[in-house]
């Protein structure tokens, strides 16, 4: 797979997929900036280049077509004032109007098309649409690694159209970092899965254990496996058709040697409020009515001794519902031992999505080994998928 690296931008447009599915506020600013930084050095790249920059990329989750919500025109001001430039904004992602506006663009130009997702073609992977979308650039690259396991029309299909394309350096430094986790992992490995169930999960866990040292399970999907050891969870999130999969689990782990660690205590509360009234339970006699909502001081303190001695690291899922402070302490002693490990010499992967919200929540983003943009993504490629935003570079 080729990378921005062995391609001269002079003159060229590149048409370049980013990830800029932002969130913004009700004033429509952004208010998280990461993945546009991510971006950053690819799009320097090719104006440095000599290059102009055309921007696709989509926004939100949209039900019935465009909404104005979901404009990308409300990043054009954020943009400008960071690339140092007017950032020249296309009404559509397709059409005349906007090929006319393509076509006059002159080195140093960055061009901002509409969402994407305000076409129905974009997720159909539709080839028409794909077409239309090549004839805006001389060069394709994907950089949004976060959608690469997505088989849209901007992530896979528009590929191929074009003679040059490649990946940027987000899309570079994520399969690099992956790699270290997956073929070239130092021990002792450890892998933390945390989130609400353990159905988001199954194939990564299962994956998982055939290559660490220890597993640690937090977050909701624990008291999965605590009710199918016969423990009393109350009120705790529980898939009850995933019973028996978590004794298989267990039991799988058991037979490759791996230490699989659930947490021994949790911060359980009456009800699931910032407001609620808490107290510390073990997992197995959570009193009825009572729901557990993070990980307890004696698990924070085992899962702390295995991380923070660990050589590889990969974390992805938060430990409880660390939006609320009453139940975000279990998450940030796991932040804290991530980045202990990365200070005694370990690599650590945080693995996208709530993870990487987590790390940077509590300042310990540039204390890791990196922080993955795709939590998705970053998972199917762990089990083994084909992703195909990465397959149609390779072509």
Same mark, same amino acid.
């Given at each position: 797979?080729?990378?921005?690296?062995?391609?001269?931008?002079?003159?060229?447009?590149?048409?370049?997929?980013?990830?800029?599915?932002?969130?913004?506020?009700?004033?429509?600013?952004?208010?998280?900036?990461?993945?546009?930084?991510?971006?950053?050095?690819?799009?320097?790249?090719?104006?440095?280049?000599?290059?102009?920059?055309?921007?696709?990329?989509?926004?939100?989750?949209?039900?019935?077509?465009?909404?104005?919500?979901?404009?990308?025109?409300?990043?054009?001001?954020?943009?400008?004032?960071?690339?140092?430039?007017?950032?020249?904004?296309?009404?559509?992602?397709?059409?005349?109007?906007?090929?006319?506006?393509?076509?006059?663009?002159?080195?140093?130009?960055?061009?901002?098309?509409?969402?994407?997702?305000?076409?129905?073609?974009?997720?159909?992977?539709?080839?028409?649409?794909?077409?239309?979308?090549?004839?805006?650039?001389?060069?394709?690259?994907?950089?949004?690694?976060?959608?690469?396991?997505?088989?849209?029309?901007?992530?896979?299909?528009?590929?191929?159209?074009?003679?040059?394309?490649?990946?940027?350096?987000?899309?570079?430094?994520?399969?690099?970092?992956?790699?270290?986790?997956?073929?070239?992992?130092?021990?002792?490995?450890?892998?933390?899965?945390?989130?609400?169930?353990?159905?988001?999960?199954?194939?990564?866990?299962?994956?998982?254990?055939?290559?660490?040292?220890?597993?640690?399970?937090?977050?909701?999907?624990?008291?999965?496996?605590?009710?199918?050891?016969?423990?009393?969870?109350?009120?705790?999130?529980?898939?009850?058709?995933?019973?028996?999969? $978590? %004794?298989?689990?267990?039991?799988?782990?058991?037979?490759? =040697?791996?230490? @699989?660690?659930?947490?021994? /205590? !949790?911060?359980? +509360?009456?009800?699931?409020?910032?407001?609620?009234?808490?107290?510390?339970?073990?997992?197995?006699?959570?009193?009825?009515?009572?729901?557990?909502?993070?990980?307890?001081?004696?698990?924070?303190?085992?899962?702390?001794?295995?991380?923070?001695?660990?050589?590889?690291?990969?974390?992805?899922?938060?430990?409880?519902?660390?939006?609320?402070?009453?139940?975000?302490?279990?998450?940030?002693?796991? $932040? %804290?031992?991530?980045?202990?490990?990365?200070?005694?010499? =370990?690599?650590? @992967?945080?693995?996208?999505? /709530? !993870?990487?919200? +987590?790390?940077?929540?509590?300042?310990?983003?540039?204390?890791?080994?990196?922080?993955?943009?795709?939590?998705?993504?970053?998972?199917?490629?762990?089990?083994?998928?084909?992703?195909?935003?990465?397959?149609?570079?390779?072509?």
């Amino acid at each position: 797979m080729k990378t921005i690296d062995e391609i001269n931008f002079n003159n060229k447009k590149a048409l370049l997929r980013v990830d800029f599915n932002v969130p913004l506020n009700d004033r429509y600013e952004i208010t998280d900036f990461t993945r546009i930084d991510a971006a950053e050095p690819t799009i320097h790249k090719i104006l440095n280049d000599g290059g102009m920059v055309i921007l696709m990329s989509h926004l939100g989750r949209l039900k019935d077509g465009p909404e104005e919500k979901y404009s990308l025109k409300h990043l054009v001001p954020a943009l400008s004032e960071r690339f140092g430039r007017e950032v020249k904004f296309a009404a559509d992602c397709i059409g005349e109007e906007t090929e006319n506006l393509a076509a006059t663009l002159q080195p140093g130009d960055i061009l901002l098309l509409e969402n994407l997702r305000f076409h129905k073609e974009e997720k159909a992977g539709d080839k028409d649409f794909a077409a239309k979308l090549a004839k805006l650039g001389d060069t394709y690259v994907n950089d949004a690694f976060g959608i690469a396991h997505r088989a849209h029309a901007s992530t896979s299909v528009i590929a191929q159209f074009f003679t040059e394309k490649a990946c940027g350096y987000v899309m570079k430094a994520e399969l690099e970092n992956a790699k270290k986790v997956l073929s070239e992992a130092k021990r002792p490995f450890t892998a933390i899965m945390g989130g609400a169930k353990i159905s988001d999960k199954i194939l990564i866990i299962e994956k998982l254990i055939d290559r660490v040292d220890s597993l640690i399970i937090g977050g909701g999907m624990a008291y999965t496996f605590f009710k199918a050891l016969g423990g009393k969870v109350g009120s705790s999130l529980v898939e009850e058709d995933k019973l028996d999969l $978590a %004794k298989k689990l267990i039991q799988k782990a058991k037979n490759k =040697g791996v230490s @699989l660690e659930l947490p021994i /205590d !949790s911060v359980i +509360a009456d009800k699931f409020a910032p407001d609620a009234t808490t107290r510390i339970s073990d997992n197995i006699s959570i009193p009825d009515g009572w729901m557990g909502l993070d990980i307890g001081p004696d698990a924070q303190e085992v899962f702390r001794r295995i991380i923070s001695r660990s050589a590889t690291v990969l974390w992805n899922g938060p430990m409880g519902v660390f939006e609320m402070d009453a139940f975000a302490e279990g998450t940030r002693a796991v $932040a %804290k031992a991530v980045r202990d490990a990365t200070q005694f010499g =370990g690599f650590t @992967l945080i693995g996208g999505g /709530d !993870s990487a919200a +987590a790390i940077n929540k509590f300042g310990y983003g540039n204390k890791v080994s990196y922080v993955s943009t795709g939590g998705g993504a970053l998972l199917e490629y762990m089990e083994g998928k084909v992703l195909p935003g990465v397959a149609a570079l390779e072509n």
